[in-house]
């Protein structure tokens, strides 16, 4: 079954209103019921987003972070987006890529892809996210192409660009791709159309079911999430809960990551976000974590350095670091406009150095190129940049604040999200 149609069988506004009657019992059954180890249902899931969690986000958060060092030792994977081109088919209100934005267009040509893969790699960047607006002009042939000349210099290669046929997937994991993120941005039917207001990207169960095409492609990981500020949070959160639950029964031999973006200043702005601030993302994430022990979870630089020192022990598996978010943003052409504005401006050695102080171990890349049969041309790598990676270690109550609290981050100030 596809997941559309399972998505079909639910109401949004509906979940919202049954996430919303979720009592104190019912956050404490589901809690009860994590710390026992069981595997939570959706029910589960919903008492986890309600109001009803909010006395407990310190327990989950506790949860959540001992989970995490279990399953994924203290570590935490870096890497960086590399934008190839902001030229886009799609009205999104919500996006400064958006087609009808009187914006310069450019698309990196061979040469600005190989100057971009040296100022990343000269970061220390292993794991590199391509990034593309939806235009077929730039489609399979083009991203198969940047690959090619982008594998030999990384090991670790996702994608975050339109959605394609699965022969298309299957292509791309040919050349070296291992991961795909599609974000559905928003999972309400009513809300979609207000956001998607032209190209291919309004049609919305194609979308919905982009995860499964990708999963019978073959790839090895899936990225979901949903982009806040559209709907109402818990909701949204409940429906990717939803989507993951589906793709680990379907493929389960596939990893899955979510990413939790959320509205940012950006070009041509003019939409008012719903309500999802840091104590917010920070219920989301823990109850991710308590409802799949396996998820992974990212954290990107759309949020402040602040934020993030305080959240990453909190359930979190990967960071982004030292972001740009235009085609050529590193070196080939940095005055380009960027698609949003980041918050945490550190670089990833700073970042990294962050890491290793509070007992993390930084991780730069997720697959060896080993893994694929295939070599890199990278050498050793400087200290700094980066040090070659190490198995991702275990240690229960590494990365622990001193007095053995970990939710620190969950006295947010519960600030409205930025204006995109
Ligand atoms: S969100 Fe994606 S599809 Fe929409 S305008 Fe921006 S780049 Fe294009």
């Given at each position: 079954?596809?997941?559309?149609?399972?998505?079909?069988?639910?109401?949004?506004?509906?979940?919202?209103?049954?996430?919303?009657?979720?009592?104190?019992?019912?956050?404490?059954?589901?809690?009860?019921?994590?710390?026992?180890?069981?595997?939570?249902?959706?029910?589960?899931?919903?008492a986890?987003?309600?109001?009803?969690?909010?006395?407990?986000?310190?327990?989950?958060?506790?949860?959540?972070?001992?989970?995490?060092?279990?399953?994924?030792?203290?570590?935490?994977?870096?890497?960086?987006?590399?934008?190839?081109?902001?030229?886009?088919?799609?009205?999104?209100?919500?996006?400064?890529?958006s087609?009808?934005?009187?914006?310069?267009?450019?698309?990196?040509?061979?040469?600005?892809?190989?100057?971009?893969?040296?100022?990343?790699?000269?970061?220390?960047?292993?794991?590199?996210?391509?990034?593309?607006g939806?235009?077929?002009?730039?489609?399979?042939?083009?991203?198969?192409?940047?690959?090619?000349?982008?594998?030999?210099?990384?090991?670790s290669?996702?994608?975050?660009?339109?959605?394609?046929?699965?022969?298309?997937?299957?292509?791309?994991?040919g050349?070296?791709?291992?991961?795909?993120?599609?974000?559905?941005?928003?999972?309400?039917?009513?809300?979609?159309?207000?956001?998607?207001?032209?190209?291919?990207?309004?049609?919305?169960?194609?979308?919905?079911d982009?995860?499964?095409?990708?999963?019978?492609?073959?790839?090895?990981?899936?990225?979901?999430?949903?982009?806040?500020?559209?709907?109402?949070?818990?909701?949204?959160?409940?429906?990717?809960?939803?989507?993951?639950?589906?793709?680990?029964?379907?493929?389960?031999?596939?990893?899955?990551?979510?990413?939790?973006?959320?509205?940012?200043?950006?070009?041509?702005?003019?939409?008012?976000?719903?309500?999802?601030?840091?104590?917010?993302?920070?219920?989301?994430?823990?109850?991710?974590?308590?409802?799949?022990?396996?998820?992974?979870?990212?954290?990107?630089?759309?949020?402040?350095?602040?934020?993030?020192?305080?959240?990453?022990?909190?359930?979190?598996?990967?960071?982004?670091?030292?972001?740009?978010?235009?085609?050529?943003?590193?070196?080939?052409?940095?005055?380009?406009?960027?698609?949003?504005?980041?918050?945490?401006?550190?670089s990833?050695?700073?970042?990294?150095?962050?890491?290793?102080?509070?007992?993390?171990?930084?991780?730069?890349?997720d697959?060896?190129?080993?893994?694929?049969?295939?070599?890199?041309?990278?050498?050793?790598?400087?200290?700094?940049?980066?040090?070659?990676?190490?198995?991702?270690?275990?240690?229960?109550?590494?990365?622990?604040?001193?007095?053995?609290?970990?939710?620190?981050?969950?006295?947010?100030?519960?600030?409205?999200?930025?204006?995109?």
């Amino acid at each position: 079954m596809s997941f559309v149609s399972v998505w079909e069988q639910h109401d949004f506004t509906a979940v919202a209103r049954t996430i919303a009657a979720k009592t104190d019992a019912d956050a404490r059954g589901a809690l009860a019921r994590a710390r026992a180890r069981q595997i939570l249902t959706l029910d589960d899931l919903a008492a986890l987003l309600s109001p009803a969690a909010a006395p407990w986000i310190e327990e989950m958060a506790q949860l959540s972070h001992r989970l995490t060092v279990e399953r994924f030792g203290p570590t935490i994977q870096l890497y960086a987006p590399m934008y190839l081109t902001n030229v886009c088919a799609n009205i999104c209100t919500y996006c400064g890529f958006s087609a009808q934005n009187r914006i310069p267009r450019k698309a990196l040509d061979d040469r600005e892809i190989l100057t971009e893969a040296d100022a990343l790699a000269a970061l220390g960047l292993e794991h590199v996210l391509l990034v593309t607006g939806e235009s077929s002009r730039y489609g399979t042939a083009y991203l198969r192409r940047a690959l090619r000349l982008l594998r030999p210099r990384f090991p670790s290669l996702a994608m975050e660009v339109q959605p394609l046929a699965e022969a298309d997937y299957a292509a791309l994991a040919g050349d070296g791709l291992s991961t795909v993120l599609v974000y559905q941005e928003t999972y309400d039917p009513a809300v979609y159309p207000l956001h998607h207001l032209k190209g291919p990207k309004a049609d919305m169960r194609h979308r919905l079911d982009t995860p499964d095409r990708i999963g019978r492609a073959g790839l090895k990981k899936i990225g979901l999430g949903a982009l806040y500020g559209l709907s109402d949070w818990r909701a949204e959160s409940w429906f990717v809960g939803l989507h993951l639950r589906h793709l680990e029964r379907t493929f389960w031999r596939t990893r899955t990551s979510i990413s939790f973006p959320r509205l940012r200043p950006h070009e041509g702005q003019g939409i008012t976000p719903t309500p999802f601030g840091e104590g917010e993302l920070v219920q989301a994430a823990c109850a991710f974590r308590l409802f799949s022990p396996e998820v992974e979870l990212a954290l990107s630089t759309r949020e402040s350095g602040r934020f993030r020192n305080h959240a990453f022990r909190l359930g979190f598996t990967s960071l982004s670091a030292g972001s740009k978010t235009n085609p050529g943003g590193y070196a080939a052409e940095p005055g380009s406009l960027e698609q949003f504005a980041t918050d945490d401006q550190r670089s990833p050695a700073e970042v990294a150095a962050f890491l290793r102080q509070q007992g993390y171990e930084p991780v730069w890349k997720d697959w060896d190129a080993t893994y694929d049969g295939a070599g890199t041309e990278r050498g050793p790598r400087s200290e700094g940049g980066g040090q070659k990676s190490e198995p991702r270690g275990r240690g229960p109550g590494a990365g622990e604040t001193p007095d053995g609290s970990v939710a620190t981050a969950a006295h947010h100030d519960g600030t409205a999200p930025a204006a995109r």
